[in-house]
């Protein structure tokens, strides 16, 4: 067991929790309690976790401080909804900790989870027990406790695992709503899934996936005589391995290699060896290669899709296609952080789905639209590209989802324009800031306040389906059926929408509304949608009722009420 966590452990430890990420998205997903299809924690986690590996992977580190400030850094860009925020400030505080540290050793790495949640904490307005916070906090707790009493490193993380699952299983009794539906926070699982992972890799129990850049071969295929049917191994996959032992033998590769694809030849010299092979697991072949020695060169191309360009009159794309493949990308990543210079003092950018809505918020002045919302939460960087592309020195920002505020504001400090989130919290309130939205004003704070105070007017009605079975808040809730909701409460579940908009109605009405706005989404088709607002207009005939098609997916309707 190691007495320190250095550099090149670290990066194993994150890429690990990456890959463990990945194996419980739907696990953690599916903790997501609410019936409406948006169970999306694991992936945010996974996502955000997937853009730090990804810089992770492209270079090694000298010291521990390197590694962390690159996850810390990476994973801040990366952040996809509250969940996917809150990692990344668990990871700033660890950074903070290790910065200017070659190695941690058990104080400094205890020390390092504590910073962690105390920065989370900090950042978190209004921090929520029976949450990802409580269950990272009782465990960094533990780390702490066990350090100071001499525990070694495999201890300090064993204490705050069982710390920390504990924290997990109790987060039922502190979170209402978790209480009804009998399950554990979906961020809290995260974090456990993220520490089990780290003190697996650090004990040498688990190892992240060996990656190869595949680099030119001086190989042609012909495609003409064949359809993509008969290929059965889509992957032609050559590399060169330098052998550790000269004198090892091949043939248990060459039957490995053998049972997972055909074409097979492996070429022998007295220090390397050169295989190719047709597989339709390519990395399990480098993976297996590697126990003879080191991967120095390695060429992956897909047969089928190479066939289908040449079918289609098009240029293959092959490996000799990397270098320009390579150019573009640098160019799209420079386009993405180029900073637009100012030429007026405000601009605006929104977060919607839906051609629709998009059309509709940019009639109202928005600048950029950032695609995204239920279930599709954007990340800091996304929304960041969007303030940055945007020709003002001020830039005010409509997250339109409480999910998408979080990394909203964390791209103030990553700009160099001021940057304002007004947090709306649905696209109806969106909307109606942005009709409140006067540029012409000298004065941000009093813009914002308008804004703000528009907002506040605004109730939003939303139409959707149940995504699976379930028991909340007393209703009886079954897969497929319609769900109501106001303001993110559920009124009830329906077999068909014109009883749900009647009994929608009644909840309306206690509202006296002025002014309704329905919007369509992409699976309602004009007539319905106009059926339900005449059923709306029935019921309240002194309101001014509007149909729009918003095109949104999820939310068959979108509704605004003030």
């Not at 780390?143 to 300090?156: C, P, R």
């Not at 091949?250 to 694809?261: K, V």
């Amino acid at each position: 067991m190691r007495d320190f966590i250095d550099a090149a452990a670290f990066k194993e430890m994150i890429l690990c929790a990456e890959a463990a990420l990945h194996s419980n998205i739907q696990l953690i997903n599916e903790l997501n309690v609410f019936p409406v299809p948006d169970g999306d924690t694991g992936t945010n986690m996974f996502l955000t976790m997937q853009n730090a590996s990804t810089e992770l992977r492209k270079r090694n580190f000298d010291t521990i401080s390197a590694a962390a400030d690159c996850v810390a850094s990476s994973l801040l860009r990366g952040a996809r909804g509250n969940s996917g925020v809150i990692l990344s400030l668990l990871f700033r505080g660890i950074s903070r900790r290790f910065k200017g540290l070659e190695t941690a050793g058990t104080v400094e790495f205890a020390g390092a989870l504590n910073d962690g949640v105390d920065a989370a904490y900090k950042a978190v307005m209004k921090p929520a027990e029976g949450t990802i916070l409580t269950v990272s906090r009782l465990a960094s707790k533990a780390a702490v406790d066990a350090a100071s009493l001499g525990a070694d490193l495999e201890g300090v993380f064993i204490c705050a695992l069982k710390a920390g699952r504990m924290a997990l299983a109790d987060t039922v009794n502190l979170n209402p709503v978790l209480k009804k539906a009998g399950v554990v926070d979906a961020g809290g699982k995260g974090y456990i899934v993220i520490l089990e992972a780290m003190l697996a890799s650090l004990k040498g129990e688990v190892f992240s996936d060996s990656e190869s850049a595949p680099l030119p071969e001086e190989d042609s295929n012909v495609f003409g005589v064949f359809d993509t049917e008969d290929i059965t191994f889509a992957y032609d996959t050559v590399y060169i391995v330098r052998k550790t032992d000269p004198n090892v033998s091949l043939d248990a590769l060459r039957d490995y290699l053998g049972s997972i694809g055909d074409s097979l030849v492996i070429s022998e010299g007295d220090d390397e060896f050169k295989v190719h092979v047709h597989t339709n697991i390519p990395g399990a072949a480098l993976t297996e290669s590697q126990k003879y020695g080191t991967l120095e060169l390695a060429k992956i191309e897909n047969m089928r899709t190479q066939h289908d360009d040449v079918a289609a009159g098009r240029k293959a794309r092959t490996t000799d296609d990397l270098e320009a493949v390579e150019q573009e990308l640098e160019a799209m990543e420079d386009g993405a952080d180029a900073i637009a210079a100012p030429q007026k003092k405000y601009g605006a950018v929104a977060v919607c789905a839906g051609k629709g809505m998009e059309e509709l918020f940019r009639e109202l002045g928005t600048d950029g639209v950032v695609t995204g919302g239920q279930t599709m939460n954007p990340s800091t960087d996304d929304i960041l590209r969007e303030i940055n592309h945007t020709p003002a020195s001020t830039v005010f920002v409509f997250p339109n989802n409480k999910n998408i505020i979080m990394a909203a504001e964390q791209c103030v400090p990553l700009t160099e324009k001021e940057v304002i989130v007004i947090p709306t919290k649905t696209v109806p309130q969106g909307i109606t800031a942005m009709l409140n939205y006067n540029p012409d004003n000298e004065d941000a704070e009093a813009i914002t306040e308008e804004m703000k105070g528009a907002i506040e007017n605004v109730h939003t009605a939303m139409v959707t389906y149940a995504a699976r079975d379930s028991d909340f808040d007393g209703h009886a809730i079954h897969a497929g059926e319609y769900l109501a909701l106001l303001d993110g409460a559920l009124l009830g579940s329906y077999t068909n929408i014109p009883t749900l908009f009647k009994e929608l109605s009644w909840a309306l009405n206690d509202l006296e509304p002025e002014f309704i706005t329905i919007y369509y989404g992409e699976n309602v088709d004009e007539k319905e949608a106009n059926a339900a607002g005449e059923t709306l207009t029935g019921c309240f005939p002194d309101a001014e009722v509007n149909v729009y098609s918003g095109g949104q997916p999820v939310y068959y309707y979108m509704i605004s009420v003030e």
